[in-house]
């Protein structure tokens, strides 16, 4: 039976782990390798990594660092940042990674999707969608942006979905940059409707800052991945470092009971 994974994510910036606050004002938390042997203590269901440097610099993904997270992980990792080719991805995935994960590029050029499902099977093909409410539209469009929430595509983040999908995606996740960083509950409303729109998996990300916000769209939303950043590396008011992940009781009673009365 399948099941909501609780995923933590990880940006690296600068060679650090950092946190951001609508995709700006990244705070450094820590070494990510630390960060990774923690959650393999806690037992995490899966982990994302992503290089938020890569492709705003224009730069190949990190190898070596790749390797290093790959080495460690002992959950399967999904990594993201500057994947631009097929060959790049077969390269990622060789060193032990078990997804990749690809935004700009993919809403660029829907085909490379397509090619990297071909080279590495579509399971372990990710787009990321960051999305945020269109500025004065009556209809409440979500936009997706590129490039750390720089660049706007103008394009609704479900129609881009869909075409994600078509294209060979094996996962969506949608990330809201008006959210990250906030802890004040997830865009419950859109991934509903994202979570109808397609029939692939589907992660929510953006805003998550207890386990009850994360029961709240396991409710609204069945069986999907529940992504945080800030919820797992930082504790209490003042925002101090501290690595966290729930437990499988704290799991099945807080977060996973809400699938009994769907």
């Not at 951001?20 to 390798?33: L, M, R, S, W």
């Not at 499902?117 to 409440?140: F, W």
């Not at 800052?209 to 919820?231: P, R, Y």
Request: neutral net charge; hydrophobic residues 45%; contains cysteine.
């Amino acid at each position: 039976m399948l099941r909501p994974r609780i995923i933590p994510c990880l940006l690296i910036h600068d060679g650090g782990l950092v946190k951001t606050v609508g995709f700006k004002d990244a705070k450094y938390v820590g070494d990510p390798i630390n960060a990774v042997k923690i959650f393999n203590e806690k037992e995490a269901d899966e982990l994302i990594v992503v290089d938020i440097d890569a492709t705003v610099n224009g730069r190949e993904p990190d190898y070596k660092r790749i390797a290093n997270l790959a080495a460690e992980c002992r959950m399967p990792l999904c990594y993201g940042g500057g994947v631009r080719t097929p060959e790049q991805a077969r390269a990622i995935i060789a060193l032990g990674v078990e997804k990749v994960a690809i935004s700009a590029a993919a809403l660029e050029d829907p085909t490379l999707v397509t090619r990297i499902a071909e080279e590495i099977g579509r399971q372990s093909v990710v787009v990321v969608l960051d999305h945020k409410p269109r500025t004065l539209s009556l209809s409440k469009q979500q936009d997706v942006w590129t490039h750390n929430g720089t660049r706007n595509t103008k394009r609704n983040v479900i129609d881009v979905a869909k075409e994600m999908e078509a294209a060979g995606a094996g996962e969506i996740v949608i990330n809201s940059i008006a959210n990250d960083g906030r802890m004040k509950g997830y865009d419950i409303a859109l991934a509903s409707k994202v979570r109808e729109a397609v029939n692939i998996p589907v992660t929510i990300l953006g805003g998550g800052g207890s386990l009850e916000d994360m029961h709240q769209v396991v409710a609204a939303c069945g069986v999907v991945g529940v992504a945080a950043g800030s919820f797992f590396v930082f504790k209490g008011t003042y925002r101090a470092v501290l690595i966290s992940y729930p437990s499988a009781q704290q799991k099945d009673e807080k977060v996973f009971s809400a699938l009994q009365a769907r």
